[in-house]
């Protein structure tokens, strides 16, 4: 594995090689060619690259735009002039030897608004929604697929995990993200209980044209979650053209065009991801078989001037196998280090497969006026199966460097054993069907929507965990010594749960809403939207009624300067996860979650160093009710559906995004949040003995219970408390080789809340490590819009071709996702932190064509 790994690693250091050797060339007959390059404003860029196309050598302009070049002479030559974030120009020339050519470029930018991730437009900026540009999402350093982790650098976002594609929102879990794609909602793995699990995620970068983003306060015509709303289109192809990648975690490819005289687009995406290079840098050494791949495409067809008809089709095939080890992990202080060891037997094989088809009839009557009708469907068949052994051991590491056996051990905590074991199968069907509608005119904006949902899920769960420890299976029951007649306790496994679920719902929901914009008489504008989304499910009898609302500002003395305030009712109505308790039983009489926002924001333009740079602000609040208390172990969300909590999230966000580096975007984030919960009913009791003193049982020596004190905990953080997030995505390149960049992505969250097993939720008040991590990417586009070959040179068919070297946890940080607990028969117990990722090297070669 190891050589094939260095094979490729040469193939493409080589590559990179090759295409970056610049040459001279020495012409006979020359000219010169001096001018400046200007923008659109008439002012001066500085840096622009002048070069002759298809051949090496150039210059670049200096702090005036100014530039001078030596070009042949008496020959047809093309002067190819560029700049990041302007669209290319090229000028035919033809000079006589000797001849000077003074030139006057202007060179015209390629997006309206800056930056090119994020870009607001100017309706957007009257709304909770960023845009997002998906062109340049594959060069930023990613393990997962590259839209979610640029969602993660967003303010109000944070994420925990980089195996994991998952996010959360302003304090809400991955159950509360809504996502769609081309109008049909999209569904996640019920059963993935870990990131190495997870496989591909839905969205398929290569085949994106268009990302929305709203963490918060979204119109009525996205429902019903509690946090966020990611919105995705799809390209339609004009031409024929499309993409690969390949890198040591994968591979993709898409390609898309036209046929029958243009009445037909299609567009085609297949991916392939196998993370074994990544798993096998974890602490759990074994034999790891992933095996992740999918396939979706998009077929749209006219059929008449004001109809049209698309298929969007997917199937994911996810596969993981692992048969581990030994796992060894260092963990506890500098002045104690406790060493966990363990040996493994036995394996685990889960399986996602999982198809989704949506088909749309869309009508355009007049251009105003936009009416679709969607069919989608959605299938998952999901199987979870593991019976593992692990041995462990559990002992105290010298900690002196000048000591002999400097790390091996000193003193032997614990031992024992522990078995896991589980059958757990599930499927589900989803059918819907749904009408929707636009009125779309200069002053308003009016949209509706009507959808009905048939939804069927089979569920059939068996697990267990054993636990021996030092000879003695936990629990372990009381012992009577010394008696001729002895109790023979049945043997009891730890977390023993059985369950044969089927459940079919039906949902019905609707919205309406209505957006005016209006200008006063000193020319302030003034944009106030108002909808109403109504919901019905069967399973409660619930009725819904969710009114929201939007307004912004724009000063006419200030049209830079944009103030929102958004609020709003969002119900999440459960899907499963949310009914099925602990014990595997499904909760009669749960009720859906409620969020009610609260947001204020402002979107300011300013230009600083001669630079485009905008400013974010939004502070929320949001109050919670019908809360359904939770964990999370690693990515798996299990619900407490026997209590029911209220609760709150408030906090901050800023972000100032631009060209922190001329021509090329940028930006940093910062988010303060605090999000807390109140299970109701939910206490116990403080005891003390006669001398007043609290008793601690198994420390304080006097026990005779004399009082008690009943508490009851009130506010305790939820397990997305994630204080305070900051991150930087920042970009760069090397002057005088544009093509040659640095894509820099840097998280720090702080740490989320847990607990112990088996534990009551208020206990869970501890904290794990923060969360820091940086990612850096090195990217050489050799092949790009001036360059040009000969024909018969097969890389004569591409239009841009890229090689990049990622280096991830570029700093070597063991972050913990989550803990295992071990516990002796003193009822002791140890949380054995389970690390992420450490630093790895990834090569990546991507091309257009």
């Not at 190819?80 to 000077?100: R, Y």
């Not at 593992?388 to 614990?414: C, F, H, M, P, R």
């Not at 636009?438 to 769960?461: C, F, P």
């Amino acid at each position: 594995m190891k050589e094939k790994k260095l094979v490729v690693i040469s193939v493409f250091l080589f590559a990179f090689s090759l295409f970056a050797i610049n040459t001279t060339t020495v012409y006979s007959q020359t000219a010169v060619v001096e001018g400046t390059v200007l923008d659109n404003k008439n002012k001066s860029i500085e840096l622009a690259n002048i070069a002759i196309l298809g051949e090496s050598g150039g210059t670049t302009t200096d702090k005036k735009g100014y530039f001078k070049l030596v070009v042949p002479a008496e020959k047809d030559i093309v002067l190819a002039i560029s700049f990041v974030g302007f669209a290319d120009k090229k000028i035919e020339l033809n000079l006589n030897e000797g001849e000077v050519k003074k030139l006057k470029i202007h060179l015209e930018t390629i997006t309206t608004v800056l930056p090119g991730f994020e870009v607001k437009d100017e309706q957007l900026r009257t709304q909770s929604m960023v845009r997002l540009n998906p062109k340049d999402v594959n060069l930023a350093p990613s393990l997962n697929e590259g839209v979610s982790d640029i969602i993660k650098t967003l303010p109000g976002v944070s994420s925990s995990n980089e195996m994991s594609s998952q996010y959360s929102v302003r304090g809400g879990n991955f159950d509360e993200n809504l996502v769609f794609v081309n109008d049909i909602e999209i569904y996640r793995p019920f059963l993935v209980n870990s990131g190495q699990q997870e496989g591909l995620s839905f969205v398929n970068s290569a085949m994106v044209s268009s990302l929305l983003f709203s963490a918060g306060g979204f119109g009525a015509q996205y429902g019903d979650k509690m946090s966020s709303v990611l919105d995705v289109e799809y390209k339609t192809p004009t031409e024929f053209g499309g993409s690969f990648s390949a890198s040591l975690l994968g591979a993709d490819l898409s390609f898309g065009g036209v046929a029958a005289k243009n009445k037909l687009t299609y567009l085609v995406g297949a991916r392939y991801k196998t993370n074994s290079y990544l798993l096998n840098s974890l602490e759990t050494e074994g034999e790891y078989q992933p095996v992740f791949m999918d396939i979706q495409s998009l077929f749209t067809y006219k059929l008449g001037k004001k109809w049209d008809l698309s298929f969007l089709g997917y199937y994911s095939h996810n596969k993981y196998k692992v048969v581990p080890a030994n796992r060894e992990t260092d963990f506890g202080t500098f002045q104690e280090v406790i060493r966990f060891k363990v040996y493994f037997d036995g394996n685990e094989t889960d399986q996602y497969d999982m198809y989704q088809g949506g088909l749309t009839l869309g009508y355009k009557p007049n251009r105003s006026t936009n009416l679709k009708l969607i069919l989608s469907a959605f299938n998952t068949n999901e199987s979870e199966t593991y019976d593992i052994q692990g041995q462990y051991w559990i002992g105290q590491v010298e900690k002196s460097e000048n000591d002999e056996g400097q790390g091996e051990a000193l003193q032997t905590k614990g031992v024992g054993t522990y078995l896991l074991h589980a059958r757990n199968y599930f499927e589900a069907n989803v059918v819907s069907a749904e009408h929707k509608g636009a009125v779309i005119n200069d002053k308003s904006t009016l949209k509706w929507g009507v959808k009905y949902q048939y939804q069927e899920v089979d569920d059939r769960m068996r697990e267990w965990e054993m636990v021996d420890s030092a000879g003695y299976s936990l629990p372990n029951p009381p012992q009577d010594p010394g008696s001729t007649n002895p109790v023979n306790h049945d043997l009891e496994v730890k977390d023993f749960v059985s369950a044969n679920n089927t459940l079919v719902t039906n949902r019905f929901a609707a919205y309406l809403s209505k957006q005016w914009n209006f200008k006063t008489k000193k020319n302030n504008e003034i944009t106030f939207t108002a909808g109403v989304r109504s919901n019905y499910w069967d399973y409660n009898d619930e009725f819904l009624v969710a009114p929201r609302l939007n307004f912004s500002f724009k000063p006419s003395k200030n049209p830079n300067l944009v103030f929102r305030f958004a609020t709003g009712i969002y119900y999440q109505t459960p899907f499963y996860r949310e009914i099925r308790g602990i014990d595997g039983e499904l909760s009669t009489d749960v009720k859906s979650q409620k969020s009610t926002h609260f947001i204020a924001g402002s979107d300011y333009r300013f230009t600083s160093w001669n630079r485009p740079f905008i400013f974010t602000t939004e502070a929320y609040f949001k109050l919670l009710d019908n809360l359904i208390p939770y964990y999370i172990e690693n990515v798996r969300i299990r619900y407490l559906t026997d209590q029911q909590a209220s609760g709150y999230a408030a906090g901050i966000d800023f972000k100032l995004y631009g060209e922190f580096v001329k021509g090329i975007d940028s930006w940093m984030s910062l988010s303060i949040m605090q999000t807390k919960e109140d299970i109701h009913g939910d206490y116990y009791y403080d005891y003390y003995n006669a001398a007043g003193e609290m008793i601690i049982f198994g420390t304080t020596t006097d026990t005779q219970i004399t009082d008690s004190v009943r508490v009851e905990p009130g506010y305790i953080p939820r397990p997305t408390d994630q204080r305070v997030n900051f991150s930087i995505f920042f970009q760069d390149y090397i002057p005088n080789h544009p093509y040659l960049k640095m894509h820099l992505r840097l998280l720090f969250s702080t740490g989320l809340p847990f607990g112990a097993p088996d534990s009551e939720r208020y206990n869970h008040t501890l904290r794990m490590p923060d969360y820091r991590r940086v990612d850096i990417g090195f990217s050489y586009q050799f092949i790009n819009e001036g360059s040009t070959f000969k024909n018969g040179n097969p890389l004569k068919h591409f239009k841009n071709m890229t090689v990049s070297l990622e280096i991830f946890n570029l700093l070597q940080i063991y972050n913990t996702v989550s803990y295992i607990w071990i516990k002796d028969v003193n009822n002791r117990q140890y949380a054995v932190p389970n690390y992420l990722t450490p630093r790895l090297v990834n090569l990546k070669l991507i091309a257009d064509f």
